[in-house]
């Protein structure tokens, strides 16, 4: 059993909390906590329900060295990932980090030197890859149904509720997060970049900030509003507003732990000193010659996506609805609705049909759960290239990094010129054929959108 610590006790890290206390304790022995916020310490030790030691950033490398540490997840802030990678790798511990692997170019290098040097390894949690749908999709690539894949295009919506929560934390900040090229899109890059299994070569963005305005603040009838939700005069009638003392989680994990940071978990959305995009889009030039055309948005009424692959014999299409509508008050539609997903093939010269879904459970589209199993119990077998590294890791970055640059001169921006020898990851095995598609899935469960079966 390995032994972990965790560096960041935010929201994140009771993903990684949670399973080392509970479904995966015989899987892994939880050894350290260290976080900058003492506050945040105590109500990680309270969730956990014993003591556990704990550590300021700057005894990061005695609480390693004093409790045996074998693997550190790292869960702060995007712009310090790339510090406590390397420091951790310097120490001789494997690492877990949250996406994006980091931020910038230069800490993309520092990464893949240390890595080279220590030889130890390092995963970045790419959960999204892991949900059984996506995967479903990426079996239909790999099967070839569709021929060799051409182009793709990839628009994602975050609704008024997920997409205003990067507005109001650290996240509202290039110099934090990378805006949601790099902090956000880093999933869908890396999704773009696994499922056809290659790296970006050149990429051209554009990129604005539309809606999380002060003068749509104003247009939409909050004048006079507060710089936080907390105490903010037009607090009753915001769709925006996040209202923390209505969730004991949040109240203890940020409202209870200010005053020793200052950070505040519920700035206003609308405020002038934001400086990232909420409207951004992108077509990405591929190493194999498939170009993509990518959008995200985050003010939309729904969350969701839909990614379409054109081949040469066909055409595959996910389409899915995680929420369709937010509250008029910013909560989420209440009973929650499942999420709804649809794959669909439409092969030249014959009828199109949808697949038969595999069930996914949990967050983010069931990925985190299978994620977790396979990070903390077992990586053998990884039939589809699940569990992503640090070149994984580089080479989404790498796409937002490389956008960000492309929105500040309005010119194409080739990844090669950003950093030079990052290694290309290993995204999959070679492909298995159209019959193992059939052989897996029962091929009865296959409807035609007419509603016939392929027997
Ligand atoms: N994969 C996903 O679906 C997913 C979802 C949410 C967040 N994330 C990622 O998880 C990470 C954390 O996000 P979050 O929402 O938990 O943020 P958060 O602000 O809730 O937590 C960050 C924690 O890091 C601590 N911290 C800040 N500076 C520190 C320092 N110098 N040393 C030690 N600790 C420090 C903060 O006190 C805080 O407790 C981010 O990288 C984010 O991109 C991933």
């Excluded at 939880?30 to 945040?40: A, E, H, T």
């Excluded at 569709?146 to 205003?164: M, N, P, R």
């Excluded at 970055?397 to 309005?410: E, F, K, P, Y």
Aim: net charge negative.
């Amino acid at each position: 059993m390995k032994k972990y610590a965790i560096v960041g006790v935010g929201h994140r890290s009771y993903m990684y909390l949670g399973a080392l206390v509970g479904e995966h304790a015989a899987d892994g022995e939880l050894v350290g906590l260290c976080d900058s916020n003492p506050g945040r310490l105590d109500a990680a030790i309270a969730y956990i329900g014993r003591p556990v030691p704990r550590f300021a950033p700057d005894a990061f490398e005695t609480m390693l060295a004093e409790t045996g540490t074998e693997r550190v997840i790292v869960t702060v802030p995007d712009n310090i990932h790339a510090e406590y990678i390397v420091r951790a790798l310097e120490f001789g511990c494997d690492v877990i980090t949250e996406k994006p692997l980091t931020m910038d170019a230069v800490s993309i290098g520092r990464i893949a030197e240390a890595r080279r040097r220590t030889g130890r390894a390092v995963i970045v949690g790419f959960n999204y890859r892991y949900s059984p749908v996506r995967t479903l999709l990426k079996q239909v690539l790999m099967s070839g149904i569709i021929g060799h894949v051409q182009s793709a295009t990839f628009e994602w919506l975050l609704d008024t509720h997920h997409g205003a929560d990067y507005f109001r934390r650290w996240h509202r900040t290039k110099a934090n997060s990378g805006g949601l090229f790099v902090h956000k899109a880093t999933h869908h890059f890396d999704l773009l970049n696994w499922w056809l299994g290659t790296t970006a070569r050149r990429v051209t963005a554009r990129g604005r900030r539309v809606f999380y305005l002060p003068e749509i603040g104003d247009a939409l009838g909050f004048e006079g509003r507060g710089e936080r939700c907390t105490g903010c005069p037009v607090f009753a009638r915001c769709g925006f507003r996040l209202d923390i003392p209505s969730s004991r989680h949040l109240t203890s994990l940020y409202a209870e732990t200010e005053q020793h940071d200052g950070y505040l978990r519920d700035k206003c959305v609308f405020s002038a000193d934001i400086d990232i995009e909420d409207s951004m889009n992108a077509i990405i030039d591929y190493q194999n010659g498939v170009v993509a055309n990518y959008t995200l948005t985050a003010y939309n009424p729904c969350e969701g996506y839909r990614v379409v692959f054109d081949g040469t014999r066909g055409r595959a299409e996910l389409l899915n609805v995680e929420r369709p509508y937010v509250q008029p008050d910013g909560r989420l539609v209440c009973p929650a609705l499942p999420e709804t997903n649809r794959i669909t093939v439409q092969p030249h010269f014959a009828r199109s049909y949808q697949l038969a879904l595999p069930p996914s459970d949990g967050t983010h589209g069931g990925g985190d759960s299978v994620m977790l199993r396979r990070l903390f119990r077992d990586a053998s077998n990884d039939q589809y290239g699940h569990v992503a590294d640090d070149r994984a890791g580089a080479w989404s970055a790498l796409v937002g990094i490389a956008a960000n640059a492309s929105l500040a001169t309005g010119m194409p921006v080739d990844l090669a010129t950003l950093a030079a020898d990052v290694p290309t990851p290993d995204y999959a095995p070679e492909p298995f054929g159209p019959q193992a598609i059939w052989r897996e899935f029962d091929p009865a469960r296959y409807a035609f959108l007419d509603g016939a079966t392929i027997m």
